[in-house]
């Protein structure tokens, strides 16, 4: 329960924070280094599913096995091939974790900000990730070059990206990918002059727009400003966030509220977002979803036919309700559905490696 003792900001939290970012990334390398196979990490999947959701999720289950099955090793394997024929090491051909959050709290990013001659910590960033200071993927530049190590994308959230927000001033200033939350709230004018701020060479791979609008106002807002956008020749990504839009609160038969989200209205969102982006000739560049890789009970619906009064039994987030891994594995799936009915070939100059 909030009180005042519980909100009072405490300094040390920032450094447990860092611990557990540090501890988490050690976990996602290890996972990538016991799969290194992609169709090794799918079939683990249809296992999971298979021994313990089998009742509920067995369309999703019976997906896993089938894109297990479809997985092209030979491929992946070519690929390693070449890549160590140019003389790429081990650890470069090896899969790559890359991490993003939302760049909120300045005091603890502006904390881990490096320029980019200095040596970064292991393990903070791509392994590839070092540049001249002259030849950046900012375009030609004699300015020294800082990087956030926080992350290797960092995102502005609705609520701080105004124009004269230190939020934004921040981002500016450093040379990683970053990304803009966009609720139906934003102006073309706004669009532009956040733009023109952030990606002032127009760099493809540098901004990234990511709605957050819920199925109504995405449908009423976002081919004009997708149109507006590509007119202009802005080289930006398009992401979509159908997590926050659709946030509501319920109450059980035993009287408990909780803030939850529902999954039928998180894959509206998904769906409309690709099918706009089709219409105005625009790549739909990339998904954010929240979830947990257990079985909580803190979204409604979807394949694990979860109930409101099935919410107590496993609501464990202290913040925003997550998809649980079977549910997130099923808008997942979806979404690649939808990318295959509508991808659209674009210009290699706006492409992003």
């Not at 490096?114 to 540049?131: M, Q």
């Not at 926080?150 to 939020?167: C, D, K, V």
């Amino acid at each position: 329960m909030a009180s005042e003792t519980a909100r009072t900001p405490d300094p040390q939290r920032l450094i447990q924070a860092y611990q557990y970012a540090a501890a988490t990334l050690e976990h996602l390398e290890t996972l990538t280094r016991t799969y290194r196979s992609p169709k090794a990490s799918l079939e683990r999947l249809h296992e999971r599913l298979t021994t313990t959701d089998s009742s509920k999720a067995p369309a999703l289950a019976t997906a896993m096995k089938h894109l297990a099955q479809g997985f092209n090793e030979d491929a992946v394997a070519t690929r390693s091939r070449s890549e160590r024929a140019r003389g790429a090491t081990a650890a470069e051909i090896a899969p790559t974790v890359f991490t993003s959050h939302e760049a909120l709290l300045l005091p603890y990013e502006e904390s881990l900000v490096r320029l980019a001659d200095e040596a970064f910590p292991k393990g903070l960033l791509n392994r590839r990730a070092s540049v001249s200071s002259k030849e950046t993927n900012l375009g030609k530049s004699t300015e020294p070059l800082f990087y956030a190590t926080s992350g290797h994308f960092l995102w502005i959230g609705e609520r701080t990206r105004q124009l004269n927000a230190a939020h934004i001033e921040f981002v500016r200033g450093i040379s990683n990918p970053i990304g803009i939350k966009l609720s139906g709230s934003v102006t073309l004018e706004e669009l532009f002059a956040l733009v023109e701020m952030l990606n002032p060479c127009n760099t493809p791979g540098r901004l990234t727009l990511i709605t957050r609008m819920g199925t109504s106002t995405l449908q009423r807002k976002l081919p004009s400003l997708m149109a507006a956008v590509r007119r202009a020749g802005l080289a930006v990504i398009w992401m979509c966030d159908p997590m926050h839009a659709n946030t509501i609160t319920v109450q059980d038969s035993r009287g408990q509220r909780f803030k939850t989200r529902d999954c039928e209205s998180i894959q509206d969102e998904l769906r409309m977002f690709f099918e706009i982006a089709a219409a105005e000739g625009v790549s739909a560049g990339g998904v954010h979803l929240e979830m947990s890789g257990e079985s909580v009970t803190e979204c409604l619906g979807g394949v694990t036919q979860t109930q409101v009064d099935d919410l107590a039994r496993a609501y464990h987030s202290a913040c925003d309700p997550r998809l649980n891994y079977a549910q997130a594995l099923s808008l997942a799936s979806a979404a690649g559905e939808y990318l295959r009915r509508t991808d659209i070939v674009t210009e290699p100059s706006k492409s992003v490696a």
